[in-house]
């Protein structure tokens, strides 16, 4: 009987969980906004997003559409915009302050179940700041593709993500005798960086990574490490299984072959040579120069764990990126926003907006590097990125006025629906 009753109330809480995740998704909802910018180039006044299931069925400012049975969401003193895209994660590589452990040590102790576990912090941090997807750029063990897995079947509550398993890496550690090093994304030439890239989309991989230069944490050297062969292998093998790639290049050479070669968007790059821009122009390549990552590595470095001397240079760096990101904006390159967060950033997701706005974008513009071009980034842009017809129903309230002032999209959110589903709410 005991045993029965324990099934029994296990069963109600799992019922319950479920249903406070989804707040009744077969309800048809109207969530109405003051204003609402809809990733599309219009602004409403008085917009009401009319929901059925996880989408969007239209958007009016006419109140008699709304359907007898829907659940009215009253939100007309905040200002509406779409869930935002943040395209460069590592919602895994998530790490508390855990008193007296650096991060870096957290890391290589936590078991990847652990890892995983954790990461559901990071993942509701990164709602709250308005972000409803992420493209997620380097795991470990597959650790990605679990979290993504978990989120999709509601049993962790997170953004929507597209993942890529390990990212493909050239050797770099020294030989040790009677040492098998761990092979995970590690490829030397061609052959070997088809096989890990054909590994990573067995594994259930959304996207491709590859490091074509040196350059991460507290190291901000730019060296290429693969060739244009090696690099061009990739990005043919990810585009013939219709997959798109994601290039890290610190400098200028690993960005200079990796848009030669054709990738979809280039990470991180500073130094951009003028010949590099004008062909991402050509090409449509996306540029995601991740500024804000470097900031965060400067403001936490000893709860990271890093050692002290990196912080001159990594200023100066930060100084070249957003240089490199007004020269490219300047030239018509295509911009999508990605923090890069990792360990203790996630929350901080958005504030890469505002380097955006300093290289010389408008509010506006700024946004769309987090809603439409991040989606057309994804190949999602008939399902993400704007609030209209036929789109997931993720939308984002924030208190003032984001065109404005970036500011508020960053530090003013209020509400988040994610698929339907209410996952944040500081509205009382
Ligand atoms: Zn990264």
């Known amino acids: 009987m005991k045993k ?41 006044s008085n917009a009401i997003v009319l929901i059925e299931n996880d989408k969007i069925t239209s958007v009016t400012t006419n109140a008699s559409d709304i359907p007898a049975n829907a659940q009215v969401i009253d939100l007309s003193h905040y200002s509406g915009l779409p869930g935002l895209i943040d395209v460069h994660t590592h919602m895994t590589i998530y790490t508390d302050e855990t008193p007296g452990k650096p991060m870096l040590k957290q890391l290589a102790d936590n078991p990847p179940a652990v890892e995983v576990f954790l990461a559901r912090k990071g993942a509701l941090r990164t709602l709250a700041a308005g972000v409803t997807t992420v493209r997620d750029l380097g795991a470990d063990q597959y650790e990605d593709i679990a979290m993504r897995e978990l989120i999709n079947r509601g049993e962790m509550i997170g953004p929507r993500m597209f993942v890529c398993g390990y990212g493909i890496t050239v050797t770099s550690t020294a030989f040790k005798p009677g040492f098998n090093p761990p092979q995970g994304g590690i490829a030397d030439g061609v052959p070997e960086v088809l096989r890990v890239l054909r590994q990573q989309i067995a594994a259930g991989a959304d996207v491709i990574k590859m490091y074509a230069s040196t350059g991460t944490d507290d190291d901000t050297s730019q060296f290429e490490t693969y060739s244009y062969e090696e690099i061009k292998a990739a990005v043919d093998a990810a585009h013939q299984f219709g997959r798109k790639i994601a290039i890290h290049s610190y400098g200028p050479d690993g960005a200079r072959d990796a848009v030669r070669a054709g990738t979809d968007s280039l990470e991180h790059a500073t130094d951009l040579d003028d010949a590099t821009i004008q062909e991402m122009v050509k090409r449509g390549t996306f540029y995601v120069p991740t500024i804000d990552h470097n900031r965060y590595y400067l403001d936490n470095w000893q709860k990271i764990g890093y050692s002290d001397g990196f912080q001159a240079k990594t200023k100066a760096f930060i100084e070249r990126n957003l240089a490199t990101a007004r020269k490219a904006h300047k030239a018509g390159v295509k911009f999508a926003m990605g923090s890069d967060a990792i360990y203790t950033m996630f929350g901080e997701n958005t504030r890469e907006l505002a380097w955006f706005v300093k290289a010389g974008m408008t509010p506006e513009q700024a946004l769309r590097t987090a809603t439409s071009n991040a989606a057309d980034l994804l190949g999602k842009s008939n399902e993400l990125g704007a609030v209209a017809s036929g789109y997931y129903a993720d939308l984002v309230a924030v208190e003032g006025d984001p065109l404005s002032d970036i500011e508020v999209a960053i530090r003013n959110v209020r509400w988040v629906m994610k698929g339907g589903a209410v996952v944040v709410d500081r509205t009382r």
């Open 4 to 44: 029965l009753l324990v099934a029994l109330s296990l069963v109600l809480f799992f019922a319950a969980t479920a249903a406070a995740q989804t707040t009744g998704p077969q309800q048809a909802k109207a969530v109405k906004f003051g204003k609402l910018w809809d990733g599309k180039g219009r602004l409403w």
